[in-house]
């Protein structure tokens, strides 16, 4: 047995006080894990190892920094991103003291060892006016001006800076010179001045930030002691380390993992940014995650009331992703849940799925995928509650099953289709997992996106996919080519969602410059839709492919009408098509143009080009000419 930890009371369980330290990062009501102070302060108390993660852009810092280059450090990102933390570590790795940063004082001096005096403002929203305006007069003058003998290093939020920039340019009567240089460098946009080190911690990539968060929590050495604990003996199940176990992928292979980081992923490519702490706080959730804990997070003396209970499953990790632990306000006060809810995974299924979940135990069609994939996990998927509550479901009386017991019913339903999500195999075409998400092409989506990055080929089906569904948006007929793009309107309005007349068309691939490419944009690090109706850049247009977007065109491509899937979606694709209409008649006057001068007739022709469709669902262009007497 281990000697009872220090800051750890005699009798408890072995872990108590890492557990405890790890909640202090969950989800908790007064979301104290927002402070540095806070988190540092509980390690403190608790006298356990830190969670450790990488700090590539701190190594990027101190490497500046010790180099002698001249000018200062902007550290920008959003709440959570971890702006306190590397200013804190930069602060004692350049010799300063834990002590005089854990002090009140907002701004604090360090002098290196070449003589040069670094300043740190560790938040800039905390500074008053004057205070502000010292800091950023030194900032622009180690920028702009030639100061070397001090620089300044400055945590702040992205909108904060932007807008003491902008207080203090109106306050001198001038516009500041730095603000629009941060601003371009934010958008990614421009050339940030180069006496000036910006590290947007908001670019981190997520899926990388996620693996090592999920690395470092459920791989800490703290767990070694759960080995010796009473609560796993005599074959009895503890809901903690049941959840460390199936996070840390033992048993699945990674699976539930490599799931969880496609899900952060098409996030980030939505739009959703989250910040690193959010992401400990998803960790903590999903292994202490529990329905009937305090505040819904376990400690180590909730579990022996939970065996006994029988109600290990209501801790289930694959609802604690989502939150389904916490109070639905509370769950929403996080991004990362909110982020995740977008997915609908418990609400959106497929009919096949569900025929398992309810049917699989007694249909002898279904009885062999059942125990495959539900019966396997006697923990959190066929226990004994739920073969319970399906039998009273389907057996019950009608009265039975329309009133609280069907309702009982499916919340198990529910959290039997996100168990599923993270645990059908990737092969598994019966029962396809992307199926049971608001998200049913988000697995090509992220095959494209893979594709393009290592500069490989596109698989043809998504291409196809891609094709009928813009032509189906561009035209509003149910087009089924896949060969050639149709720029197609209704003869004078842009926007109308039924479109015959055929402008141009385009190849449904590049070739000598024309037609359709799928690029991946190196800043918004999505895939592009560029269309191309003639050479050189001036003939093409370009659309950003967001996972929502693509979504939208391929259910278009498989039959769904453009209005029923999202408005939005169908108004960002009409203002795509007005830019295309827009090339066809800017190319279409330079060809009258180049045609002046030519000998006329005694009667005028107008040749209009319809779009007709064959008995297969192919369509073609057809010109009509027709003449009118002058």
């Not at 010292?134 to 030639?146: F, H, I, P, Q, Y």
């Not at 699945?252 to 959010?278: M, Q």
């Amino acid at each position: 047995m281990n000697a009872t930890p220090s800051g750890q009371d005699a009798g408890a369980p072995p872990s108590s006080a890492w557990v405890r330290f790890l909640r202090s990062y969950g989800p908790t009501p007064n979301d104290l894990n927002l402070f540095d102070e806070y988190v540092t302060g509980a390690l403190g108390r608790a006298k356990v190892q830190p969670i450790t993660l990488t700090s590539p852009q701190l190594e990027k810092m101190k490497q500046r920094i010790e180099s002698g280059a001249p000018g200062s450090l902007l550290i920008a990102g959003t709440a959570g991103d971890g702006k306190t933390y590397h200013c804190r570590s930069l602060w004692i790795g350049l010799g300063g003291s834990p002590r005089d940063w854990a002090g009140p004082a907002q701004v604090k001096k360090v002098t290196l060892a070449d003589g040069r005096i670094a300043i740190f403002v560790k938040d800039l929203s905390e500074l008053n006016d004057d205070q502000s305006d010292d800091a950023l007069g030194l900032l622009e003058r180690s920028v702009l001006g030639g100061e070397d003998k001090e620089f300044l290093v400055v945590a702040a939020n992205h909108g904060q800076i932007l807008e003491r920039l902008r207080d203090i340019g109106f306050r001198q009567n001038r516009t500041n010179p730095l603000r629009k240089p941060i601003q371009d460098a934010f958008l990614l946009s421009g050339l940030v001045p180069e006496r000036l080190a910006i590290f947007d911690l908001s670019r981190t990539a997520h899926r990388q930030s996620l693996e090592e968060v999920l690395t470092a929590v459920a791989g800490h050495p703290e767990w070694g002691n759960c080995l010796d604990c009473a609560l796993r003996s005599a074959g009895r199940i503890c809901p903690i380390f049941e959840n460390r176990e199936r996070l840390l992928g033992l048993q699945d292979g990674g699976v539930f993992a490599r799931r969880l980081g496609d899900l952060v992923e098409v996030s980030k490519l939505n739009g959703w940014h989250l910040p690193v702490r959010d992401l400990l706080a998803l960790a903590a959730n999903m292994i202490l995650g529990h329905r009937d804990a305090r505040e819904g997070l376990l400690a180590c003396a909730d579990v022996a009331r939970i065996q006994d209970g029988g109600v290990i499953e209501r801790g289930s990790i694959y609802d604690n992703v989502f939150g389904a632990n916490l109070p639905r306000r509370r769950a929403n006060d996080r991004q990362v849940f909110r982020a995740l809810a977008s997915f609908g995974i418990g609400e959106e299924t497929s009919n096949g799925a569900d025929g398992l979940l309810v049917y699989g135990a007694d249909d002898t069609k279904l009885t062999e995928a059942f125990s495959q994939f539900v019966g396997n996990d006697a923990i959190y998927g066929a226990t004994p509650s739920y073969l319970a509550a399906q039998r009273a479901y389907l057996e019950g009386e009608e009265a039975a099953r329309l009133d609280n017991g069907a309702a009982q019913f499916l919340v198990r339903l529910e959290a039997q289709r996100r168990r599923l999500f993270f645990t059908l195999p990737e092969n598994e075409t019966d029962y396809p997992f992307w199926a049971m998400t608001a998200f049913r092409f988000a697995g090509d989506y992220l095959e494209m996106s893979s594709a393009l990055f290592e500069r490989k080929a596109v698989s043809e089906t998504i291409r196809s996919r891609l094709v009928r569904g813009l032509n189906r948006v561009m035209t509003g007929l149910l087009i089924e080519n896949a060969d050639r793009i149709f720029v197609a309107s209704s003869g004078g309005f842009t926007q109308s969602r039924i479109s015959v007349l055929c402008d141009t068309e385009a190849p449904a691939r590049r070739v000598g410059g024309i037609g359709m490419a799928l690029r991946l944009d190196v800043h918004t690090e999505r895939p592009t839709l560029d269309v191309a109706l003639a050479q050189g850049s001036g003939g093409s247009a370009t659309f950003n492919l967001t996972p929502v977007r693509f979504e939208f065109l391929c259910r278009v491509a498989e039959g769904s009408l453009p209005g029923s899937f999202s408005n939005e979606c169908l108004e960002d694709m009409l203002a795509f098509k007005a830019k295309l209409l827009r090339k066809a008649e800017l190319l279409g006057s330079a060809r009258l143009t180049d045609d002046e001068g030519e000998a006329g007739s005694d009667e005028e022709a107008l040749t209009l080009t319809f779009i007709e469709i064959e008995q297969s669902g192919h369509g073609f262009s057809r010109p009509v000419t027709v003449r009118t007497a002058p």
